[in-house]
């Protein structure tokens, strides 16, 4: 189980990285990607990590 929520974990981050780094590209060109707007990208991106950190601690406080 604590394997799983780590890969998990990883891929949150990862994916989280990729999203950003595709929000702040739309951003600086004031264009759309896909039709989706930065503002998107970019929360999207808060809640992979936020929920990269709830599963972080969750981990912690089960051992």
Do not use: W, Y
């Amino acid at each position: 189980m604590d394997k799983a929520v780590s890969v998990l974990i990883d891929l949150f981050i990862i994916v989280a990285a990729i999203v950003l780094i595709i929000g702040i590209i739309s951003r600086m060109t004031l264009n759309p990607i896909l039709g989706i707007e930065a503002q998107a990208f970019l929360q999207f991106a808060q809640a992979l990590l936020l929920f990269a950190i709830a599963g972080g601690i969750r981990q912690l406080l089960r051992k």
